[in-house]
């Protein structure tokens, strides 16, 4: 079982930054891939970035690596998503997700594992 929390969600006008962070709370000795997707509504969920439990792999979607970066803080067991230059379009409930895996996963359909999600919301 692993538990998430999410935080670092809220309301930022277009331009700005925020950072997102994930909590991650697994079983000791096992290694985790943790993603972090979002959903707008009426889109399907999409997948933002993802990194490998040591936090040497990451991923980001290439539509997004000019303004987002993901990293991993492995003494807090905690993910970021810094995200920078936000756009309108961005404004969509963002969730961080783990599995159990020893690389990096980009598939959100094999994920097992699910934060609450937290809501980022773009002023024009």
């Known amino acids: 079982q692993v538990q998430l929390v999410e935080s670092g969600g809220g309301l930022v006008q277009t331009g700005g930054s925020l950072r997102l962070s994930c909590r991650a709370s697994?079983?000791?000795?096992?290694?985790?891939?943790i993603g972090w997707f979002r959903q707008a509504p009426g889109k399907e969920r999409e997948t933002i970035a993802t990194?490998?439990?040591?936090?040497?792999?990451?991923f980001v979607h290439y539509s997004k690596k000019d303004r987002f970066t993901i990293s991993k803080d492995n003494a807090k067991n905690t993910v970021y998503l810094q995200m920078r230059r936000l756009e309108p379009e961005d404004t969509a409930v963002y969730y961080c997700?783990?599995?159990?895996?020893?690389?990096?996963?980009?598939?959100?359909?094999?994920?097992?594992?699910w934060g609450q999600g937290t809501q980022v919301t773009v002023s024009s």
């Open positions: 990194i490998d439990w040591s936090g040497d792999q990451t």
């Open positions: 997700a783990a599995m159990e895996a020893s690389g990096l996963v980009t598939d959100g359909r094999r994920y097992d594992y």
């Open positions: 697994g079983r000791p000795g096992r290694s985790y891939a």
